[in-house]
């Protein structure tokens, strides 16, 4: 294993709008070669309408076989065409290089933290592109940022209050982190997701 090549864990947790059964928020991991591809999606609304998107969405993305994330975006917005719509981030973590590659539209927050230690933390955020996937989408284009061992990656939808990772407590694994952060973060009148990849092995 060569000095820069970047170990990873991953977790996700969820949970849809007060009264609703399912969820408009879903993510979509999948391994492709020395990159996992990781995407959150937000449909517009909730309720069954808004899952039905996101399930379109999501076969979508699982569908593109490359890992570029503006391409991935792309993909996703033509399939989303006649569609409600929905805001779309995805991100590339490549484990070779240890760096992140994200692209997004809409309202989805990402938020790379560096480090472990007590807050306040040095903090990454990506800003994405206006617009609706599946709608009309501006210009989109990806940022790079560099990881090391210890950082967490954080990637909610607007159901999570934006100020989630402020003073967010890091301790324990990604699904403990992601679950304290739907518990403490989540808002009742939308569906919430967070995705939470912690880097465990990489340039220090």
Known sequence: MSPSTCELEWAVASRPAAGEVVSGDVAVVEPRAEVMLFAVVDALG???GAAETAEAAGRALRSYSGSDVVGALEHCHARLARTRGAAVTVLALSTGEASLTCAGVGNIAVRLVH???????????????????????????????????????????DGVDAAFAEWLDLSGSPPQIAERVIANHARNE???????ARVLRGPV
């Open 46 to 48: 909730h309720g069954p």
């Open 190 to 196: 939308d569906d919430a997701l967070v995705l939470v």
């Open 115 to 157: 480090g472990s230690g007590p807050p306040p933390r040095r903090m990454d955020s990506a800003v994405p592109s206006f617009g609706v996937v599946g709608d009309r989408v501006g210009p989109v284009r990806s940022r790079e940022l560099p990881l090391a061992r210890g950082d967490v990656v954080l990637v909610a939808t």
